[in-house]
């Protein structure tokens, strides 16, 4: 068996939302920060990722 209409648009929306975030992840791999090693205090990198990758989104919906 093949998918059901139900499975492959599920499937469909499922991609919508993986593709972005994957892109996202595999942008953040190449910057230098994430490299070399974080150089500011511990306690301000998820804050610094959450901003950057908000940014990288937003940047992301005008293209």
Known sequence: GGLTD???QYNHAINK???P???AIAH?????TLHT???RPLDTFPQTITAVIALEFYKNSFE
């Open 6 to 8: 139900w499975q492959k």
């Open 17 to 19: 939302l993986r593709a």
């Open 21 to 23: 975030v994957e892109r």
């Open 28 to 32: 953040l791999k190449t910057w230098k």
């Open 37 to 39: 090693g974080y150089r």
